[in-house]
């Protein structure tokens, strides 16, 4: 008998293998595959790849076997645009980072965030009126965005630079899905999109440039991560440079606008859609904060509230994500050599009926205590797990439950009637043609 091999998904194309099904209806792809067994091959372009469609494998490759790991060949892509940042970086050069980064994330410091993230949603909400409609996607990621420039990179000084990411953002973000799925080759070609995404790094460089120059020149602690970031020293006293900081300006820009502000918008689709949800997240929030905003203090008294949020990231979450072996490892039996590249899904483990019965259905109270229990470890994967956890994950919490309510204290979103929605993969999965109406509670 041989060694153990994985199931190859079936149907590549001669050269670009399956990364035309995985771009096409990378959604319907993924959730296929558990069926095939537990770690798949598949061909993508020049590239060969497994995928891990169990709790347990995913556990290895995130958490308890998590050393032999760094990040795959989406870090390597993604460099053009994010530099050697938090997101891009392995091993000791990861950790020394995420070492320097985690303040900025403290419980202390996310409840501090509280304040710019009731300002922003304050100026979203103020320019709605009776019957106005909405591309509520796109008001979500303008105030995700607002709100990392705010709270990240508070000072006025870094305003032009968060104009100038809100306008290049959407752009970045589909070159670089693109560059993953697609041969190298491709990316280098002058095609409209290669040539606007050159222009657009530019000029967030250009941007991020001015912001930091202007910080340096302050030279004083607004308590934010761009002063983090220039006031931070190493062992030898050491600071950043310019293309340091500037790389983990664009890293938490990219990261924390699209994920919260995808959650966001399918948190007013799905709530539409389930009047009976709806009624409890509303009494709850006039029960437990009366008119007022919330604060993270509030946060474990809005289980309705929250638990429907949960349910958006779960439903709705990153559908791809990679490491590649930094030594032979075995999965599922199968033994890779190193070098291998490993695929994680949380979009597929989230829709696998095995984990979450009834995986399609909108159901916030999965999330009660009584049920959640049952989850296996490793299938609720949505910010990830181990070493890479989202950093922004209690930031991100906030910050959709700061806007979520202030918008249920005043209005209703309803569905615009013919608009059809559908689930499109970019970076993340958000709702393409989602239109919602205002009107008064
Ligand atoms: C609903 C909102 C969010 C979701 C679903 C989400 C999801 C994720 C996931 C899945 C990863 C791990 C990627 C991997 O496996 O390599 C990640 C990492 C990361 N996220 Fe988030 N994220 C969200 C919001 C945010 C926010 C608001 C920020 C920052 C303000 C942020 C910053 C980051 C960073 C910097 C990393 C890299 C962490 C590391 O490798 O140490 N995210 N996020």
Redesign the pocket.
């Known amino acids: 008998m041989g060694q153990p091999t994985a199931v190859r998904a079936p149907g590549a194309w001669p050269v670009l293998g399956r990364a035309p099904a995985l771009m096409r209806r990378p959604l319907r792809f993924l959730t296929s595959l558990p069926e095939l067994g537990p770690l798949v091959q598949l061909r993508l372009g020049p590239l060969s790849a497994y995928i891990v469609t169990t709790p347990e494998l995913t556990r290895q490759v ?1 958490v308890t076997g998590a050393q032999d790991f760094e ?1 795959g060949r989406f870090s390597r892509k993604l460099t053009r645009t994010l530099g050697a ?3 891009t970086t392995s091993g000791q050069q ?1 950790r020394t980072q ?1 070492r320097m980064l985690q303040p900025a994330f403290s419980r202390t410091a996310v409840a501090a965030c509280a304040e710019p993230m009731r300002s922003a949603a304050e100026s979203v909400l103020s320019e709605w009126t009776p019957g106005r409609v909405i591309d509520i996607n796109k008001a979500m990621d303008a105030y ?1 965005s607002d709100v ?1 420039a705010r709270s ?1 990179f508070g000072s006025q000084v870094a305003a032009p630079a968060a104009v100038e990411f809100r306008h290049s953002l959407p752009g970045l973000l589909r070159d670089m899905v693109n560059r993953t799925l697609l041969p190298e080759w491709w990316a280098g070609l002058p095609t409209p999109g290669n040539r606007r995404a050159a222009r657009d790094l530019a000029r967030v460089d250009a941007a991020a440039h001015a912001a930091i120059t202007a910080y340096r020149a302050a030279d004083r602690g607004a308590g934010d991560l761009l002063s983090l970031l220039v006031a931070a020293r190493d062992e030898d006293g050491t600071g950043l440079s310019d293309t340091q900081v500037r790389d983990q300006m664009v ?2 820009t990219l ?2 606008v699209e ?2 502000g995808a ?1 966001l918008a399918w948190f007013f689709h799905e709530l539409a859609h389930h009047p009976e949800v709806e009624r409890r997240v509303l009494d709850e929030i006039d029960a437990v904060l009366g008119g007022r905003a919330p604060a993270l203090d509030d946060l474990p008294a809005l289980t309705e509230t929250t638990h429907a949020l949960l349910e958006c ?1 779960r439903l709705y ?2 559908w791809i ?1 990679m490491r590649r072996a930094t030594r032979p490892v075995v999965l599922d039996g199968v033994e890779l050599p190193a070098g291998t590249e490993v695929i ?1 899904s ?1 979009y597929l483990l989230h829709h696998d009926p095995r984990w979450f019965p009834a995986p399609e259905a909108f159901d916030p109270d999965r999330w009660n205590a009584d049920r959640a229990g049952v989850i296996p470890n490793g299938a609720y ?4 797990a181990g ?7 209690s ?2 919490f906030l ?2 439950v700061t806007f979520a309510v202030m918008a249920c204290q005043r209005w209703r979103l309803r569905p615009v009637p013919g608009a059809p929605v559908r689930p499109v993969a970019t970076g ?1 999965v958000h709702p393409k043609g989602l239109v919602m109406s205002v009107t008064p509670r």
């Open positions: 995130l990040r940042g938090l997101a990861h995420r995700a990392v990240l890293t938490f990261a924390g994920t919260t959650t990231t979450a990153s994500q994680y949380p994967v949505a910010f990830s070493v890479h956890k989202c950093i922004g994950e930031f991100a910050e959709a993340v």
